[in-house]
């Protein structure tokens, strides 16, 4: 049994478009070449039987012409009776086995139906490489004739016809492409649309035109967009409105922790009525990120923006460092963009007490901006659960150092807005690499 599997020998295309395209060019090119050869072979057939008909008619009417011409002159009309498939011999010509060849034995019928029943006549085939055979007969005067016949099969083939056939299987193959192109442009918009479809809802809504297919298709995807819309808002809304809510209540908590004797119980509770202040900021904050970011794109100096984040850590007192240039622009919302690193300096702080901010340009006209920590790490399994929001790994970190499980769920979404991509990685020794991977303004 062979071990191939079927991708191992057959080298699919991974489009439709190309898919398509194959199958019906491959099926055209078939189909036109069988058409060809029983063209050809039915072309063959009809000017072998006409040619038959011919050579009995003009082999019966020159074989009577030499028996009522006088001896003496028969060899001067061989040369004028003498036709491209046979000519007339004035002698026994050479002995043989009988013909075997299909053509031979159906020409060689031919003629003796035409002249057999007048002249008896021996027929044997001619060794060589072509097909060949003699019709031996004698003439009322005893005199022997040979008839030395080359059965051609059929016609000749023009010149022009490959050409003709190779300009109708471009001709073919170009409407193919075409077929196909329009077919599967339908889909390929699909897919862009629903690549477009990102965190702010705001994908290019799809034409409901087209064949029944395609137009039920766009009114489908459409319709699928406007109930994500809607589902995506009223679960912002909602989480909105219980952080919004909650605000009140912890106020009055906060005013009635001032006013309480007990000084220990009353900073427990401090503590704790900071911890919930804090959820409801980053929960307002995230649901507010759910739709991306209201602020738009704008060409910003990368470099004095990092920069300028850097400073503000460091009048804080807080150790951070940078290294690297862009030497760029980014088209990217400035505010998000801050908030996202913001966030990332934020987790190196809280978790290593220290870090550090890379950038550096690639050739792929993106731009990569890491945020290194020293810190414990997250294990393997964990680098991409905790973008998801409310997911703290203490357990891994530091149990002392609090959070709400909300800045890398936020850091995410508005990367997303921004058409970056943010990624976490170990890092060699010990600690722990954000890497944001962002693209450079054209």
């Not at 038959?52 to 020159?62: D, F, K």
């Not at 170009?174 to 699909?190: D, E, I, M, S």
């Not at 909602?238 to 809510?245: N, R």
Request: glycine content about 8%.
């Amino acid at each position: 049994m062979s071990s191939l599997s079927t991708p191992s020998f057959l080298h699919w295309p991974r489009t439709l478009f190309a898919r398509l395209a194959l199958i019906l060019l491959v099926g055209l090119a078939l189909a036109q070449t069988f058409s060809f050869l029983l063209t050809m072979k039915e072309r063959d057939e009809s000017m072998t039987n006409v040619m038959m008909g011919y050579v009995e008619r003009e082999v019966a009417s020159s074989v009577a012409l030499l028996d009522h011409l006088p001896p003496d002159e028969r060899a001067e009309w061989l040369p004028r009776l003498a036709r491209r498939s046979y000519e007339f011999i004035l002698g026994p010509g050479v002995t043989g086995t009988p013909p075997d060849a299909r053509l031979s034995e159906r020409f060689a019928q031919s003629i003796g139906e035409g002249i057999g029943k007048r002249y008896p006549l021996t027929v044997n085939a001619v060794p060589g490489e072509r097909e060949r055979f003699q019709v031996h007969l004698r003439l009322t005067d005893g005199s022997p004739l040979t008839i030395d016949m080359r059965p051609m099969p059929g016609m000749p083939m023009s010149g022009w016809l490959p050409l003709v056939l190779v300009l109708q299987l471009v001709v073919l193959g170009a409407c193919c492409w075409l077929a196909v192109r329009v077919a599967t442009g339908p889909l390929k918009q699909l897919a862009r649309a629903a690549d477009t479809l990102g965190p702010d809802l705001k994908a290019r809504r799809l034409p409901e035109s087209g064949p029944d297919e395609v137009a039920r298709a766009a009114k489908a995807f459409n319709a699928m967009q406007d109930r994500v819309a809607m589902y995506m808002t009223q679960r912002m809304q909602i989480l909105a409105a219980i952080t919004h809510d909650l605000q009140t209540p912890i106020t009055r908590m906060r005013l009635r922790v001032d006013v309480m004797d007990d000084d220990a119980t009353g900073a427990k509770l401090q503590q704790d009525l900071k911890e919930m202040e804090s959820l409801v900021k980053e929960g307002v904050t995230y649901a507010r990120t759910l739709h991306g970011t209201n602020e738009a794109p704008r060409r910003i100096d990368p470099d004095a923006l990092f920069e300028s984040i850097v400073d503000d850590y460091l009048d804080a007192g807080q150790t951070v460092t940078l290294r690297g240039s862009i030497g760029g622009a980014l088209m990217a919302p400035p505010q998000a963009l801050k908030r996202v690193v913001g966030n990332l300096v934020d987790n190196a702080i809280k978790y290593a007490g220290a870090a550090e901010i890379e950038v550096a340009a690639r050739d792929d006209g993106r731009a990569v901006v890491s945020v290194l920590d020293r810190g414990p790490g997250i294990p393997d399994e964990s680098l991409e659960a905790v973008f998801e929001p409310f997911v703290r790994l203490e357990g891994s970190r530091n149990r002392q150092t609090g959070g709400t499980g909300l800045g890398l769920a936020i850091a995410r979404q508005l990367t997303l807005a921004m058409d970056a991509s943010l990624t976490l990685h170990q890092r060699e020794g010990g600690g722990l690499e954000a890497r944001l991977i962002i693209r450079i303004a054209a």
